[in-house]
């Protein structure tokens, strides 16, 4: 009777609390939802707010963007300086507006640098490659080796062309024959390479054979009429026209002369062109390869 008595009491108590906790727990649901419309309306407000400042912060950076762009116009600086420095403050700016909006949804300041602490060192782990490409393109901006418009060689693999734009990771290089080459900065950085530009003539060295038996004097004036009537070569700059060596098959005639460094290569292809008419038309004979053979006969 004793146990039954227990167990019976048992579990009334067990199914009052049950019917108190039930109850509990119905009232937090009931003032859960009514306090949802309250919960909703302030986050929405919030939400709004930072809609607001997302659009207004937009427009005034557009704003300092361009007044900046401006300032580095008028100073005359490189165009991919005020390329480098526009997007700089693009994303320098935006970041300080998020931050802001995440201290406003209630993240703390202390925690959101940690994040972005942790955040920067695992990014700066997974791409090593293209900070080193930023921080070339950085040295490139800074100590401009060559500006757009430039032509440059590169020693590391032998890529060459006009630069149409120096980026942040990349330089785009656009070749004789119109192809476009993507250089990592990286690279170009860490690399010896050549501005065929950085001088505003260049000097012409060509050469061409003639055959043993031609009139040297004659070939040389041939070749300084040619030069003489062609606007492109700068007077004011010495001309030299030399025997260069004597090879196999003919005598070597070497020419230096200085034209504008966006000039070369058309001048340098029409020159020879000219060249070789020229020649034919007076007799000059341009050698080939060959080899003379004596035999000497014993009695």
């Known amino acids: 009777m004793t146990d039954t008595g227990v167990s019976a009491n048992t579990i009334i108590e067990a199914a009052e609390s049950g019917k108190e906790e039930m109850v509990e727990s119905i009232g937090m649901v009931q003032q859960f939802l009514n306090e949802l419309p309250e919960k909703f309306f302030r986050f929405g407000a919030k939400l709004l707010f930072a809609i607001v400042v997302l659009f207004i912060a937009s ?14 116009i008028r100073a005359k600086a490189d165009i991919s300086i005020r390329n480098f420095l526009d997007s700089l403050i693009r994303v320098v700016l935006y970041a300080l507006v998020l931050i802001y909006l995440a201290t406003y949804f209630g993240v703390e300041s202390a925690s959101l640098i940690a994040l972005l602490g942790s955040a920067g060192v695992a990014v700066a782990l997974a791409l090593q490659g293209s900070l080193s490409n930023l921080t070339g393109g950085i040295l490139l901006l800074i100590l401009k080796p060559f500006r757009i418009g430039d032509y440059i060689k ?3 693999k032998g890529n060459e062309g006009t630069v149409t734009e120096i980026g942040l990771f990349y330089t785009k290089l656009l070749t004789i024959d119109e192809k476009t080459v993507i250089l990592p900065n990286g690279s170009l950085a860490n690399t010896s390479l050549t501005n065929n530009n950085a001088a505003t003539t260049r000097t012409l060295v060509q050469f061409f054979d003639i055959s043993y038996d031609a009139d040297i004097k004659k070939a040389k004036e041939l070749i300084k009429e040619i030069l003489a009537k062609d606007e492109r070569v700068i007077k004011e700059k010495p001309l030299k026209i030399y025997v260069d060596s004597l090879e196999a098959s003919g005598v070597r005639i070497g020419v230096r002369a200085q034209v504008k460094s966006g000039e070369l290569f058309d001048f340098k292809w029409d020159f020879i062109e000219r060249v070789k008419a020229v020649f034919e038309e007076n007799g000059i004979e341009i050698p080939y390869n060959q080899l003379d053979v004596h035999i000497k006969r014993e009695d």
């Open 59 to 72: 427009k005034v950076i557009k704003l300092i963007r361009r007044l900046v762009k401006k300032s580095l």
């Open 154 to 156: 590169e020693d590391s």
